[in-house]
Structure formats: structure tokens, C-alpha cells
């Protein structure tokens, strides 16, 4: 009989310890559609990659001292672009064109193809959601098979 009572205590106890079925945290927001407005360049980061151990420098002040900053709206239903300031050195976007992702669920890569065909090739450092504030884009520079350089873009979104 104690046996029995043991056998059904320790029964108990583990179908008690099942973990409760997942629950639904909200519908998935998309990913593609979440880069649509206007975002201004707040920080820009260059990685020597050349050396042992790659060297970070912030250049931010290069692009933020001008009198006008970058600025990028993208609209995800024409898949389009557009840069503000297009003049400013340094611009690696062009003045505007299309952009691609390279994949629909998780991207993480955009193309730019601006309006001379020109097509650059970003690693998005984070995707963006509708409610994201940042947005993070990583561009790589190599010679002969070599990456060298690598340039880190942060953009904040402007309000609409």
C-alpha cells in the first residue's frame, strides 16, 4: 500500500511539472514592409579590416557636421528608394533607384541598384520592424578577393 501511494505521489508530481503549451505573443509583423519612411544617418563607423585583430573608428562627425544630413525614404510597395543630398561625399546610396532584399522571411541583405545601374550590396546589421527606431547597414570593400574596409551606417527613422 505505501508503495502505491509513493508510486502515485511521484506520478503526480511529474505530470504536474509538463510545461504549459506555448500561447500566441501576436500576429508577425513583416519584415519587408517595416523599412517604409524617411531615415537620417546618425552614426558612421569604419572597420580596418587589414589588420590582425580589425580597428573601429567612429567618423560620424564627417557626415553629421554638414549642413544637411543624409536622408533615405524607401517605400516597400514600388521597392524604391530615394536619398536626400545625394552631392554629399562619401555617399555610397546614389541618388535613388530600387532595392532588393535577399530573402522575403529573414533578410539579411539589401541591394541597391541606383539609377546609373550601379548595384551595392549591404548587410543589414538588424532587420527593421514597423515599430524599429534603427536601422543598421554594413557595406564591405575588398580588392583583388581581399576585404579591407568596412563601412557601418546607423540611420534614425524620422517621424512621419
Do not use: H
Request: charged share 25%; with cysteine; proline share 4%.
Amino acid at each position: 500500500m505505501k508503495k502505491l501511494l509513493v508510486i502515485a505521489v511521484v506520478a503526480l508530481g511529474i505530470i504536474s511539472c509538463q510545461p504549459d503549451p506555448y500561447k500566441s505573443i501576436g500576429e508577425r509583423q513583416n519584415l519587408i514592409t517595416g523599412i517604409d519612411g524617411t531615415w537620417e544617418i546618425s552614426d558612421v563607423k569604419i572597420i580596418d579590416l587589414t589588420l590582425p585583430v580589425p580597428e573601429e573608428r567612429d567618423i560620424s562627425d564627417f557626415f553629421l557636421a554638414m549642413n544637411s544630413k543624409i536622408t533615405v525614404t524607401f517605400d516597400s510597395d514600388a521597392q524604391t528608394y530615394t536619398v536626400k543630398d545625394v552631392g554629399a561625399l562619401a555617399n555610397p546610396f546614389g541618388s535613388g533607384g530600387t532595392y532588393t532584399f535577399n530573402a522575403d522571411d529573414y533578410p539579411d541583405q539589401i541591394t541597391f541598384i541606383d539609377g546609373s545601374s550601379s548595384v551595392i550590396d549591404f548587410k543589414l546589421l538588424n532587420m527593421v520592424r514597423e515599430t524599429d527606431n534603427e536601422l543598421g547597414l554594413r557595406l564591405t570593400r575588398s580588392n583583388c578577393g581581399e576585404n579591407y574596409v568596412a563601412y557601418k551606417y546607423t540611420f534614425k527613422r524620422l517621424p512621419l
